[in-house]
């Protein structure tokens, strides 16, 4: 068993978002070392690896070891046993962030990591025991589909995730591209699980998009991170120079549902936004933090423009580093809704049979020294997006018609809203005012006028809806920060 030896900057983004999840992982230099002893078979013996020998208290694993092996009902093979001993001394440590990968698991999730995946594209993780989202991929079938952070997965297509871990859970969410993920959802302040339909696809990983806008007269560069990989921080930059040459007067970076990633992506941005070598953030290790990292900027002065950085319930981990940094900093504003809480720091070691381990070995704090674990960040302007932007996916297996009551309906008439065509209550209750409606929509769209949502009408809706949210103007919380920058 060894320590990958790399520098406290070497990355590894740690993969599964129902096909890949990532989280802030770093790796400590420290000295190879090799196990104590080995559990083998052959003998049903603890063998020596060096003079040392076993813990003493090695001893009641090894009785209950010797136990299974000899009077359980059934064969169980020597590797099931020590893959589920590990797992349980992880699983007891009840940290979401920490984890083991059997071989098989970690060859399958290291596939990932490439350009492009196969999936529904969204962060997850186990919090209390069930499958929780951190934040869907912009523009994933996850995101279309209406996942939202926070969202437990309960089951997939008919399957329950009871019981399972987060690698045997994602296994059943990932799948070809093309067929159907049937997530049944418990949202909070939803009374009814929601049934959400997910088409998987190709997951592309391009982390940096930009755009020029125009607000209240002043050119303003809008950055947008889905993830903090490897190539994140050269393309931030790259893009930067390129809209600074094309004279922007403000800066607009939206960390929204980025659910984190390379450590060292994040510092390099920081190094080229934080001004008088400044702080970026503070690493402790151990209890207390008794050994501490800094992380400082290489920037002189701040940029010539102002900056705000847009976050929300899915800005997780290193976008949260980044948003504390130039927080902090004082010279830049945050914008949005309050970011996940993710302030620890994960090492992933390689065991010699290629299984991996993932231990929470610290925590980081912003240059203030605020730990905003499991409390999150809250923006300078907090700012709502419109209700119809929680609007969830409608029911597959139904039509939606006259008299019909529930939150199917609900959401129906939540989406009507959003498109501007008045269905004159929001309670649930299809009525006349909203089979008028639909028939309108129905008419607009040269779909039969039936006055009933059915498959067409049903996909017509959802579309109608998602070009409504892409549009600037309706994203308030873009909106907020333009004007912020503009100086409005």
């Not at 209240?216 to 390129?242: M, P, R, Y």
């Not at 927080?327 to 620890?344: A, H, I, M, P």
């Not at 009551?405 to 501007?420: C, S």
Request: net charge neutral; aromatic share 6%; with cysteine.
């Amino acid at each position: 068993m060894k320590w990958n030896g790399r520098t406290v900057l070497g990355l590894v983004i740690v993969s599964m978002i129902a096909s890949s999840f990532f989280t802030m992982a770093l790796l400590r230099p420290s000295a190879s070392a090799t196990p104590n002893a080995a559990l083998t078979a052959s003998t049903n013996k603890l063998t020596p690896g060096n003079s040392q020998g076993y813990p003493e208290e090695f001893k009641k694993l090894y009785e209950a070891f010797s136990a299974i092996k000899k009077e359980y009902i059934e064969n169980v093979t020597t590797q099931q046993l020590v893959d589920g001993a590990i797992g349980g001394m992880v699983g007891s440590l009840q940290d979401p962030y920490s984890d083991y990968m059997d071989p098989k698991t970690a060859a399958d999730f290291t596939s990932t990591l490439h350009s492009t995946f196969q999936g529904i594209g969204t962060e997850v993780t186990m919090q209390n025991g069930r499958v929780t989202v951190v934040s869907p991929f912009k523009g994933s079938p996850a995101e279309k589909a209406g996942l939202r952070p926070n969202d437990q997965i309960i089951s997939v297509n008919g399957e329950s995730l009871e019981g399972l871990d987060l690698h045997q859970a994602v296994t059943k969410i990932r799948g070809p591209k093309g067929t159907k993920a049937v997530l049944t959802v418990v949202r909070q302040g939803v009374a009814e699980p929601l049934t959400i339909v997910c088409v998987r696809d190709d997951i592309p990983i391009e982390t940096v998009n930009s755009q020029i806008m125009e607000k209240n007269g002043v050119k303003v560069g809008v950055i947008a991170l889905t993830q903090f990989s490897t190539e994140t921080s050269k393309h931030f930059k790259d893009q930067l120079e390129d809209m600074e040459k094309k004279g922007i007067q403000g800066l607009v970076i939206d960390v929204r549902g980025n659910p984190g990633g390379y450590l060292l992506a994040v510092k390099e941005i920081g190094e080229l936004l934080v001004p008088n070598q400044g702080l970026i953030v503070q690493i402790e290790y151990g209890n207390g933090g008794k050994q501490k990292e800094e992380y400082h900027s290489k920037a002189d002065a701040a940029k010539p423009y102002p900056i705000t950085v847009l976050i929300n319930g899915g800005s997780a981990s290193a976008s949260e580093i980044l948003a504390g940094a130039l927080r902090d900093s004082g010279n830049y504003k945050l914008v949005g809704e309050k970011s996940f809480g993710k302030g620890t720091v994960q090492s992933t070691m390689e065991m010699e049979d290629k299984s991996q381990l993932k231990l929470t070995i610290a925590k980081w704090l912003t240059p203030n020294g605020d730990w905003i674990h499991e409390k999150g960040i809250v923006p300078d302007y907090e700012v709502k997006q419109p209700a119809y932007f929680n609007a969830t996916q409608l029911p597959t297996d139904k039509e939606l018609a006259r008299d019909m009551t529930g939150a199917d309906v609900k959401n129906l008439q939540l989406i009507l809203t959003g498109l501007n065509l008045s269905p004159g209550r929001d309670d649930g209750y299809f009525d006349q005012k909203t089979e008028q409606a639909i028939k309108q929509f129905q008419t607009s769209k040269k779909l039969p006028v039936t006055g009933k949502v059915d498959a067409a009408t049903r996909t017509a809706l959802e579309e109608s809806l998602r070009e409504v949210m892409r549009k600037p103007e309706n994203d308030l919380q873009l909106q907020k920060a333009l004007d912020v920058v503009s100086g409005k």
